[in-house]
């Protein structure tokens, strides 16, 4: 979750004291009320992030868009859908990349938890290229100058600004993260392998036996390793916080690296997708969605949390069920194509700061140099309200501004 200031500070000179403070959600319990359900005329991809339920529908007109949804935290509420990007094809033959899904073609969609969403382009005026773009809200979007040969771009992993894109033939691997308010690093570009991003560390397997380092994007320097005791090197790997998922391929072995404890223990094999403290993945066999419990540090047995029939795609993650990694809620769609929310009903890690972009700490309030705007943005682990109060050298409060759960809201305050 992202808190984005902008507004002009009743201020000349420094800004000091400012603090945030943010107040994480509660898992649902027992007496709560059910879960949200949206009825759907037709879904062609979802994923989830942020409290975000990012989709990919018939629009009105018929012509397919993607949108977005803001889920309560508790997962009984759903707000009105929004628009975001056309999905169809464009007068000059561009249009989203698709992948065969139950519903005949579907976008990958991989949203940031900070409002934006990933897709892959096939470029209409440059034929056989395709490009990757990172959708905000009100249909822009940053990226689409690299162009990749047309069916070799994959969107690897989001969070917030950071990004993974594998892509280009040769395959290479590029991470990096959005131009920012200061400065903005080169990305890493390297030979592709197993990775994801959290916060501004690039979390990747190297050739060795399952080992993952922790690159940050920004000095790019190794900040961690981890020696995780998987018997391969490892294939697939999910950072959220705390816990590194990593797996041996679908259907090898698969654990989880806890960082605090510094070891590894094991979870069900399986195409799965990782939340804070559990992992969800479907069994085809048995027709339904389970969730792995892991937030004590070891893995409690599976339990059923929803029904999902085989269908014929063999590995269906973001295309009928998505996990929100920054909250405790999964998504999926059923045969009627109504999305379901579920809580995981898994305790949250304590709420943290995961990176964050600020402005510079002087500014000229009459608007002489331009600076009038003071831009920043928090990432934090997990959707939250919060306040933040901007004090003059004596220590007086000149600004207090207050937003609530969602990402990229602009907030207004009281001098």
Known sequence: MTVFIRGRVALVGAVAGATVLATAAVPASAADPAPATVATTGVYGLDFAGGRLVTAEQSPSGDRMVYDRQVSADATTVGARESRVFAGTYANGAYLRTVPCDNGACVYLMASGHGDVGTVSVDGDDAGTESVKFWAPGNAYRGGDVKYPAGTAKVVDMTGRAYVVNGGSPAKQRAAMYPGYTSTADPIVRTPSAASVWGTALWAATTATGALTATDLQTKKVVETAATGAPCVIKEVHAVGRWVYWNCGTTGAAGVYDRTAKKSFT????????????????????????????????????????????????????????????????????????????????????????????????????????????NSTWQFNKPVTWTYTVKDWTGRTVRTLKGVTGPRRTSTGTA
């Open 267 to 374: 979870v069900p094999s399986g195409p799965a997708l990782v939340g804070d403290g559990y992992l969800v993945r479907h069994d085809r066999s048995a027709g339904e969605l389970l969730l792995t419990d892991f937030h004590t540090g070891k893995a409690a047995a599976p339990r059923a949390i929803a029904a999902l029939p085989a269908g014929k795609t063999a590995d269906q993650r973001r295309l009928t069920w998505a996990v929100d990694k920054f909250g405790g809620d999964i998504a999926y769609l059923d045969a009627a194509q109504t999305l379901h929310i579920v809580n995981s009903g898994v305790p949250a890690q304590p709420l943290a700061k995961i990176a964050s972009d600020v402005g510079d700490a002087y500014m000229d309030i009459k608007g002489v140099n331009g600076l009038e705007a003071w």
